[in-house]
């Protein structure tokens, strides 16, 4: 690798995303069609090879900062690349390669026009953009910008079918994501009136000094940061925008918005909490106590909002605001455990539910069925694709050897080690509930078999690559988590601010 | 007055903001007039503005542009105006955006009024079938 | 000896399974090969084991997976174990093959046959209890296609009872392992564990107890939490023989005897002072359980009932944390899986046979079916207790171990249990020989035979270990000097 490249890699990433996605329109007016979708492939892969280079990088050599257009910290933007942002990189990666891929397949037939189609490729490629932006900004007015850049492009994206009910879905979403975008930038607004500055690292300085001359004023900004991000990654009970988008989205939609998009802002505020703020002031205000009771909150009634839904994307999107609890719960209980559960089950929740939707989307598609109870016997039909549904569904239950357990077990340690034996119960309530939602469709498409037995008829061989290829991960990354285990606790370390691990 | 009125007086700005910002997100959440919520938006994003602005005023300073000649000179924080600029590109960017769905919203339902969305979109549904297709 | 033969015997089996998942459905007589023969290779490597007893050297290996360690250890407890599932596997296999002729789902049932006989080996040879657990849950999912293998309502029905109790209690096992584990820094090995837990405060030890006696008490069935096993006779009648007699259910009670010799060790639970509770539920159980197949008509649903009350003696014979009663534990364990099988067996036949399912109707069966209702009723007596049955002989060391330990109400127990046993086993047979048939002709299914032969097999064996009980002495003594110093 050229060292041009290699010293600049870290802002060449998201460069080179974002100019392709504005390429994409017109590649496919110059080339074909399928040239364009492979090319955005290629692009998310590459981001992907550079966030492993890089977080190997900071596995071996520690974080280190990269000063935007030279301009140094506190006047310019910094990024700051630590192994939170290394983790989030390769999350991105791992998650968004495949679904492209599986996007790849009939996204003309799927959304309605090529020009459609292509902007679709543009919103696609903006969002990964703007989450690795925020993986990796350590500046807290370019969080901001990040944020809006993916809020808006998700939105887009969840109305890329044009059809009415996805359309109405994304007003909706738009409104909210709006207001928690007003608030995150008026928690923004008071943290630099506070420090003066944007720089997370040296607002971190800053408090530390100065925090206890206006406690109430900084309580304030983070429960600013609470509520907008919150609402951004659709933390129980502000999620009631995500049931109805994730759901009406084409299934690659849905997948990203739900296994990514909400986890950007969870970075964001993971960012602005433990590394603008830091964790001693963060410990000394009730923001964990509350995060905590949230996430317990969200675990057990995102479940059971699953449990009552049919429809199968609605039940996989319902899933969606119960795993976030997790993370939620994670990061309130703000130990080294809990905060590495999180990062876990961010990953682990990353490949798990884009597996599930894209699955999901696949059986949807090929029977034209989109409830549960009418699903009967679709094992025989698309029994790969029920295959890793399973490995999906297992390791959301938390089985050991599936990706889930890694996370669960570090959020048990979490919760033991801060003595809160309510957020045991509510992890291993959370699995159940997670089995009670989740094995009913197995039971239903794979031993319920209506007569005559259905023939064969399985996913397109390029979606069944993307699917295996998340299975596959979710496996290895439950039965060899050591490498991101490591790399999740180095993150957990650098939040809370430990000098070495 | 005590000490806590008095407080509120000296920073009026950002209570004035934060009041901006309520009546916008009141706005949004309330009313089911779709233009209305984008009313509110601006509403909010305005408040943010005269929060940040507020912010990076100095009493008696002058607009930041360099005057080499008047050295004793009292300049206002430019930092948040310039911030501000950028916080103006993205609400109109999300104005734009949400315009342009009402436009789709309106030609498939025939309305503008977001219950009455939400009533058909569960008519569809139940019905199972898409009852705006034809439009 | 090493520790390849665990693994070995582990990935027969398992690839066993794999072959037969990639097989076509058409192809029967190679999967019937397959199955037969990889279950037959488990064994004879997990035989092969047991001969090492003596030298009293036990192989073991582990590897660092999720975060934790993976361990594979043989021990005399987990040997005993292994040898009674690896050996009626085989003999569980051949009848399933007769007894499923004709299915048209014999591909996945074999698939998971196997994959259920990999799994309950490595549950065996657990050697720490996070791999204890991931084979414990394991199994509940390779067993869930096996229990509602009919797909019919009640089937699916029993099957989602089954996964929701038996969830619920692995979740309760979770938790106490990574109170376990919290509390002594990651060390979960069985050989390590004893000792591990010697500076944890007695409540919190006393709350784990509970949470993996709550949790393994599901799959050993003890009552309350025994609602699953009768609902899950649905299953086809080797699954109910081999798993809901044999493997599945002996894997809680091999669960809470590895709580309690492995985990806790022996004077830890006494020092906990939970003994006369733990032996309390045990009785009601027994009593209970016996009681209730007394009433039963359906008569898989009553041996059903009779294996939660059998059950139990193990369990009893375990809590009493005295060397003769954990003998009795583990001759009660080897002898009511070899016995119960056979009357599961029986039972199959008959209902292939003839179509009766109920007790009711069976007057006169014996006429027709001699060998089958011979094999029924002379079994029938092992359970009850009698000379010259083996299940006699763990009976009597149960007997001594409560007497020893100055238990005389469970001396009440045990005689009462035993005559619940035989007024709810020998009218069976009774009428059988004795009742006026009106049957229909015998169906003489083609490959009845293959079910029969079985049968007659653990019949004969029966008999062979009531008269020479000293044959499974060496395992049994095994096991008491691993737990317990003489």
Known sequence: MSLVVRDNLPVLIVVALLSSAYVMPLLTKIRRFRFAEFFAVFMIALALSGGIYLGQGILNHGSFTYAVGGWAAPWGIELSLDAVSGFFLITIGLVATPIMLYASYDLVAEVGSRSRAAWFLTLFLLLVAALCGLAITGDIFNIYVMVEVATIASCAIVSARNDSASVAATFKYLMLATIGSGFVLLGIGFLFVLTGNLNLNYIGQTLRLTWQNYPTALWVALSFFTVGFGVKSALFPLHVWLPDA??????????????????????????????????????????????????????????LFALAQDELKRRLAFSTVSQVGYIFLGIGLGNIHGLTGSFMHILSHALTKALLFLAAGAMIKRTGKTRISEMAGI????????????????????????????????????????????????????????????????????????????????????????????????????????????????????LLRWGVL | MGEFGSRIVQNYPYVFALALFAIGVYTILTHSNLFKKVIGINIMEGSIYVLFIAAGNVRGGVAPVLDLANSDLVYVHPLPQALMLTGIVVSVSVTALSLALIMKLYRSYGTVDAREIARLTRLGNEVGADVTSGS | MSIAFVIAAILSTALGSLAVALLSREEKGLRNGVVVGSALLGMILVWHLGFAIPSGVYPEISLAIASLSLKLAVDPLGLTYGLIASTLWVFASVYSIGYLHGDDKQKQYFTFFLLSAGITLGLAFSGNLFTFYLFYELLTFATYPLVVHSGTKDALQAGTKYIKYSLVGASFILAGIVMLAFGTGGILDFASLPTALAGLPLGRLVVIFFLFLLGFGVKAAIMPLHGWLPAAMVAPTPVSALLHAVAVVNAGVFGILRTVYSVFGADLVQSMGVRPFLLLICSITILMGSLIALRQDV????????????????????????????????????????????????????????????VSELSGVGRVL??????????????????????????????????????????????????????????????????????????????????????????????????????????VHAVVNQFFIL
């Open chain 3, 370 to 475: 001699p060998l089958t209702m011979g094999s029924f009723g002379l079994i029938s007596l092992g359970m009850i207790g009698m000379l010259p049955l083996s299940g006699f002989w763990s009976k009597y060391y149960l007997l001594r171990g409560s007497l020893v330990t100055g238990s005389w109400p469970l001396l009440v127990v045990l005689l009462v249990s035993g005559i619940l046993n035989a007024f709810y086993f020998i009218p069976i047979t009774v009428s059988a020989f004795s009742g006026q048939s009106e049957l229909l002709p015998r169906k003489r299914t083609r490959l009845v035979w293959l079910m029969l032969a079985p049968t007659l097999v653990l019949a004969i064996l029966g008999v062979v270990l009531g008269l020479w009980p000293g044959l499974t002495w060496p395992l």
């Open chain 1, 246 to 303: 994730h759901s009406t989205a084409i299934s690659p939609s849905s997948a990203i918005l739900s296994s990514l998009a909400i986890k950007g802002y969870i970075i964001a505020l993971l960012k602005i909490f433990y590394v603008g703020v830091g964790a001693q002031i963060i410990w000394e205000l009730p923001i964990t106590a509350i995060l905590t009771l949230l996430g317990m909150g969200a675990i057990v009634a995102g479940a």
């Open chain 3, 299 to 358: 008569l898989k649903r009553r041996l059903a009932y009779s294996t939660i009350s059998q059950l139990a003696y193990i369990l009893l014979g375990a809590f009493l944390l005295h060397p003769l009663a954990l003998a009795g534990a583990i001759l009660h364990m080897i002898f009511h899986s070899t016995l119960k099988i056979v009357l599961f067996f029986s039972a199959g036949i008959v209902a292939e046979e003839t179509g009766y399912l109920k």
């Open chain 1, 379 to 494: 094992g025989f039909k698309m029994p790969v694709t029920l295959g890793v549904f399973a490995i999906g569904s297992l390791s959301m239950i938390g089985i050991p050897l599936f990706s889930g357990f890694v996370s669960k077990w570090q959020l048990l340690l979490g919760a033991l080690a801060k003595g809160n034996y309510l957020a045991v119960l509510v992890l291993v309530a959370g699995s159940l509930l997670a089995a009670a939602y989740l094995l009913p469709v197995l039971r239903t498409a794979l031993f319920v078999r209506p007569t005559p037995t259905p023939a064969k008829d399985e996913a397109p061989s390029v979606q069944l690559v993307a699917m295996v290829f998340l299975a596959a991960l979710v496996l290895v990354v439950g039965v060899f988590p050591h490498q991101v285990l490591q790399l999740a606790q180095k993150a957990a370390a650098t």
